[in-house]
């Protein structure tokens, strides 16, 4: 019999709150029958099992007087408890009836009649027998108090009864026709299944009515409490499960009656053409497969899932790149030619080499060949080669800007663990294009950033290289792409910059500034009908003569390329334009008055500022080589008292540095021929400056234009007007050859330079890059020795001072 058996109520037959009298002692010992884990209540009937040995024993010693003591066990554990593992309080009950089991124990029915507290044992063996005092009930006066917690106790039981699968409804009936209170606690006390035995205990042994029936209270109270908590509880977890299951149910309903009504939802459309998308995209066998495996668990997605997208754009993904389309027929070397012509004037070296490289690919289609690689300044038509090169092939073309890249991943994609991945910069361009032959001209791969974020150098590097480029893997793709079919076309500003594994791979076709003729060319024949048509101007509203173009060119605009020309030009056109707008109806000549009247005042005069800072001896005008193109570098020298001190600033670099002190040595050690005092430099500190000081500097081909700088300075004659020169310098005063020849001389022609000193070793680069178009206007001086140098430099006699100073003042008149 479980512990906790509900002992029921005494149907009949005994009269409610009879008491047998106060401090009785009972009449000679009976029997004392341990039980274990239960409580027997006065009133109550219990059915217990009997199975120990010295209780069978002693259920079977009953004769006609059928009375026990029911007590409960201290220890429930105790097999053979003694008087003293009992508790002191039990209950007098009748053994009504015995059924043997088969198992030889006894179904015992017991009925309670009163508390008793147990007294002296006679006999321990083989059952135990103990004297006991009957502990009277004396039920207490009805106060308003009482008679309000008697109905509190009836109501709350009836709740639990009520909210309870297990209690059965009589039990409230019962409870209510219950007058006394004393009765009543017992009754619930019995009846419910939560209290403990200490509990059952605790209340048999609580003689005081008032006090029990206050604690069955307190434990219907908690009971309730804890009854509600569990239903909040319970009905929380229903509605959720509820909710969802409906939810699924909905769903599953509505896809079955579309099914039947031969409808699609949105979704199921949705996946229905990715997947037709993934079957005619052409990728390899592998990739569809991995692509259909996303999609069949995609379908089997709630659409309202977070990750549900994720996934259905990465399906996206695989569906819609260019796995199999091209767009190319083949290379048609004369129609590229023509077409780099029509877009294109001059650059005859550079269209040679590009057509070379295209024939190569037309009669090897699967060349795993060299990087096209465009380096030269701004604006001398990189991109736009690159974009002729695409039209001529009949491909589409894109632009992949690389200036300050960082991150690896921008190049090679995210994985798609990480939140808002996408694939890096190749593949986008890649879905851009719809085609897998497009022509990608990456800019600017001399600027490549690279740090912590890894080295996008290295990504670039497996993207190109011909060997691996057919398995490119995207880091969100994870999957081969095969990049061999691309026309990859790099452009840069300068090759230090770019990392040597990379330049391996390049084919570099070098592109120099234009001269001035070539720039009034590029601007007569594209850059004026082109500004023209952007800026809506009537073809024949304007007339713009070459004098004014190479105007502009000049003394508007300081660069290599053509670029700022374009923006004069579409500057001007934009002024008329609005003239045109304001009721202009005849022709404008654009004259110089009228680039006066648009652009403002001459902006750019290098002639001028030569012809002005040369005046002072000890300045000296070299020329450079920058990623721009080429440029012009003044030199300042200047002396003061001192001790043979000697200051080198502007930015300069260790190598300019070394230039300028072997400079300084050759001028001391050949002092007495250059007519100056041996010691010259015992009461002088010398200052070298190389202005434009924010701009840093460095090389050994200042070399001439310093030792000619101290030269000047110290012999106090200024060096002749508008010359340039370039050169490094020995020890001995020998001239050796420098690099960017091209560059520098087309940057001393924009400057209006008439004479330029360049080493005699040089003579041949001359004479290779440059065409005689470009060399027209200045003369070329070839130095051997810085003795050549100086020869040119500066004035011999008065007469040629005197002419120096006439040019000069020419130049500058020229300029007001
Ligand atoms: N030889 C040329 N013939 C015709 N147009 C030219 C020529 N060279 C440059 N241009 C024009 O000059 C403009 C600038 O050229 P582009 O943008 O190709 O320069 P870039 O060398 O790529 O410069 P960056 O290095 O700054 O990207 C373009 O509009 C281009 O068409």
Same mark, same amino acid.
């Given at each position: ?28 010992? /009976? ?20 199975? $120990? ?43 009504? @009836? ?18 008793? $507290? ?13 004297? %006991? ?115 699924? %149910? ?13 409808d699609l939802d949105d979704t199921q459309k949705d996946i ?15 990739? #569809? ?96 080669l690159g974009k002729s090169i695409a039209r001529a092939l ?14 690896? =991943? ?24 719809? +085609? ?77 500034? %234009? ?6 060319? /590029? ?13 809506? +101007? ?13 105007? +502009?060119?000049?003394?508007?605009? $300081?660069? =290599? ?17 609005? @003239? ?71 930015q300069i670099g260790d190598v300019m540095k070394e230039s ?50 101290? +030269? ?11 010359? =340039? ?21 087309? =940057? ?16 041949? #680069? ?19 020795? /810085? ?30």
């Amino acid at each position: 019999m479980p512990s906790d058996f509900v002992s029921v109520i005494k149907p009949t037959g005994v009269k409610t709150g009879e008491v047998v009298g106060q401090g009785e002692v009972g009449r000679g010992a /009976i029997p004392v029958l341990p039980v274990r884990d239960t409580v027997l209540f006065p009133h109550a009937v219990l059915p217990l099992t009997v199975g $120990r040995e010295s209780s069978i024993q002693l259920i079977q010693s009953l004769g006609e007087e059928k009375t026990i003591l029911v007590v409960a066990q201290q220890d429930a554990r105790l097999d053979t408890p003694e008087g003293t593992d009992l508790h002191s309080v039990g209950t007098r009950a009748t053994v009504h @009836k015995v059924v043997k089991m088969p198992n030889q124990s006894l179904f015992v029915f017991t009925e309670g009649n009163e508390r008793v $507290r147990l007294g002296e044992f006679t006999q321990l063996m083989p059952f135990m027998t103990a004297e %006991y005092e009957i502990l009277s009930e004396v039920e207490p006066e009805k106060t308003p108090e009482l008679e309000a917690l008697q109905r509190n106790v009836v109501s709350q039981f009836q709740q639990i009864v009520t909210s309870s699968p297990t209690l059965s409804d009589d039990l409230q009936t019962i409870a209510i026709n219950i007058d006394e209170p004393g009765r009543l606690a017992d009754f619930i006390a019995s009846s419910l299944p939560f209290l403990t035995t200490t509990d059952k205990q605790e209340l048999l042994e609580t003689s005081s009515v008032s006090a029990r029936l206050e604690r069955v209270n307190k434990h219907l109270a908690k009971e309730l409490e804890v009854q509600q908590l569990r239903n909040k509880i319970q009905s929380e977890v229903q509605d959720s499960v509820q909710q969802s299951q409906r939810d699924y %149910y909905l769903r599953e309903q509505m896809k079955a009656i579309q099914k039947e009504l031969g409808d699609l939802d949105d979704t199921q459309k949705d996946i229905a053409e990715l997947k037709e998308k993934i079957e005619n995209a052409g990728m390899p066998e592998e990739t #569809q497969k991995d692509a259909l495996k996303e999609l069949a668990r995609l379908s089997r997605m709630n659409p309202a899932a977070a990750d549900y997208s994720l996934t259905r754009n990465y399906v996206e993904w695989l569906a819609v790149l260019p796995w199999a389309k091209t767009s190319s027929g083949e290379v048609d070397i004369l129609k590229a030619k023509a077409f780099l012509d029509e877009d294109h004037y001059g650059l005859k070296k550079v269209k040679d080499r590009i057509l070379d490289y295209l024939s190569v690919r037309r009669l090897k289609p699967d060349m795993k060949g060299p990087i096209l690689c465009f380096v030269g300044p701004p604006g001398v038509g990189k991109t736009s080669l690159g974009k002729s090169i695409a039209r001529a092939l009949d491909r589409k073309f894109s632009r992949i800007s690389l200036g300050g890249m960082h991150d690896e =991943a921008e190049i090679r994609g995210h994985r798609r663990t990480y939140i808002g991945a996408l694939p890096g910069q190749i593949i986008q361009h890649l879905k851009r294009v719809e +085609v897998k032959d497009p022509v990608f001209m990456l800019d600017e791969i001399d600027k490549l950033g690279r740090d912590f974020r890894g080295d996008p150098a290295s990504a670039l590097l497996e993207t190109l290289d011909p060997e691996q480029n057919n398995t490119f893997r995207d880091n969100y793709l994870d999957q081969p792409f095969d990049l061999s079919k691309v026309l990859f076309i790099c452009t840069a500003n300068q090759l230090d910059t770019i990392p040597g594994p990379l330049l391996d791979r390049m084919e570099i076709i070098e592109l120099t500034g %234009y001269t001035e003729e070539e720039k009034v060319a /590029i601007a007569q024949k594209y850059l004026i009908p082109r500004q023209i048509k952007e800026n809506g +101007v009537p073809d024949d509203m304007m007339e713009f003569p070459q004098e004014s173009v190479a105007l +502009v060119a000049r003394h508007y605009t $300081r660069e =290599a390329g053509v670029r700022k020309l374009e923006q004069q030009i579409g500057t001007v056109c934009r002024k008329l334009a609005r @003239k045109i707008a304001e009721g202009r109806t005849e022709k404008l000549v654009i004259t110089p008055e009228i680039i006066h009247e648009f652009l403002g005042g001459i902006k750019v005069r290098v002639d001028t500022e030569i012809a002005e800072r040369t005046k002072r001896a000890g300045v000296v005008v070299g020329l450079a080589w920058t990623p721009a193109g080429g440029d012009i570098l003044f030199i300042e020298a200047n002396k003061m008292k001192g001790k043979g001190g000697f200051n080198i600033t502007g930015q300069i670099g260790d190598v300019m540095k070394e230039s300028m002190q072997a400079a300084l040595t050759w001028v001391r050690s050949n002092a007495i021929g250059l007519g100056l005092d041996e010691d010259f430099t015992k009461d002088l500190d010398l200052h070298i400056h190389v202005p434009a000081g924010a701009i840093p500097k460095d090389g050994p081909s200042a070399g001439v234009t310093m030792a000619t700088a101290l +030269v000047s300075l110290l012999t106090d004659k200024p060096v002749r007007p508008l010359l =340039a020169m370039t050169g490094e310098i020995t020890l001995s005063g020998d001239v050796l050859p420098v690099g960017g020849i091209k560059e520098k001389f087309l =940057a001393a022609k924009r400057a209006g330079v008439r004479d330029v000193i360049l080493p005699v070793d040089c003579k041949q #680069q001359v004479d290779e890059d440059l065409t005689p178009d470009q060399t027209e206007g200045i003369t070329i001086h070839y130095a051997r020795r /810085i003795e050549d140098v100086l020869a040119v430099a500066l004035p011999k006699n008065l007469v040629e001072e005197v002419q120096d100073e006439e040019v000069r003042e020419e130049v500058l008149q020229a300029a007001v």
